[in-house]
């Protein structure tokens, strides 16, 4: 089995839609994919619609949060979506997300960046905005060369230039939220230095204590010493390990199932959920 735990789509940060997305992973030869959109579930229908036999589809988000000023993501895996105090808080942090980006167009232009606000609008669609959308909009104004290139100190890495903060949940009531939904957790790309301050290792133990299910090792982001040191500290914890794309369509060069989850660590993920199941695909061409 070839299972892909962490695909963003239209519904958030992603360029393939929901539909785009299944077809495009049961193609690249996955048999589960995770749709795991930022701190929304609004890609759940389509992508059932459209699943194909063969692919199962894990439903799941990616959360924002934030621990002792340093941001970082936690992956939700089936969980219920209609738990009303998680989706309280998914609204709180997807309501927040436009002003912010206003807050990050406004201070591009103070740098001399003529980037505008209907600019990253319209490259966000009907999408979640967020930093990769003001990423892209200074990638077409020749700024940068790559979305990846806006994530840096001088621009809209955490606590760049044009950075801008946005409510974000703290990663303990995270996960009790989402146990309290039914659903399982995994610390996403933890150790993604590229990205901006990461947690120390203490503080991963002390989310291991209160919960948390497990961390991302196999991730783009991390190279070959980092997973190994990941791989020790999910032993000593008791953590599951996971592997996943981290797949964005277009906006970032990595292919569906590049990194992937043992087939052994997904049957314990879906055994330890009770707020949701993996949807089996039944031939949908919905899109």
Not at 62 to 75: K, Q
Not at 99 to 120: D, F, I, N, S, Y
């Amino acid at each position: 089995m070839r299972i892909d735990l962490h695909t963003h789509s239209t519904a958030s940060d992603g360029t393939d839609t929901p539909a785009e997305l299944v077809l495009g992973a049961a193609a690249a030869g996955l048999d589960v994919i995770a749709l795991t959109d930022h701190d929304t579930t609004r890609g759940y229908a389509e992508a059932i619609a459209a699943l194909p036999a063969g692919l199962t589809l894990v439903t799941g988000a990616e959360l924002s949060c934030r621990v002792d000023g340093i941001g970082l993501h936690m992956l939700a895996y089936l969980f219920d979506p209609d738990e009303p105090e998680l989706a309280r808080e998914r609204e709180l942090v997807r309501d927040d997300r436009v002003p912010r980006a206003r807050g990050m167009v406004a201070k591009l232009q103070e740098l001399g960046v003529p980037v505008t606000w209907e600019q990253v609008a319209r490259i966000a669609g009907d999408g979640s905005v967020g930093r990769p959308h003001v990423a892209e909009a200074m990638v077409e104004l020749g700024v940068v060369g790559s979305v990846s290139d806006a994530f840096v100190p001088e621009w809209l890495a955490d606590g760049g230039r044009a950075y801008a903060g946005k409510h974000e949940l703290d990663p303990f009531d995270a996960i009790r939220l989402v146990k309290a939904a039914g659903g399982v957790t995994v610390f996403a790309h933890p150790l993604a230095v590229k990205r901006g301050r990461v947690v120390p290792e203490t503080v991963i133990a002390e989310l291991a204590s209160a919960g948390l299910d497990g961390i991302e090792v196999d991730h783009t982001d991390h190279d070959a010493p980092t997973r190994a040191r990941l791989r020790g500290l999910a032993a000593e914890l008791g953590l599951l390990t996971t592997g996943s794309s981290d797949y964005h369509g277009g906006r970032k060069a990595v292919r569906l199932g590049e990194c992937t989850t043992d087939p052994e660590i997904y049957g314990e993920i879906t055994r330890r959920a009770t707020g949701a199941f993996p949807v089996p695909g039944a031939g949908g061409t919905g899109r």
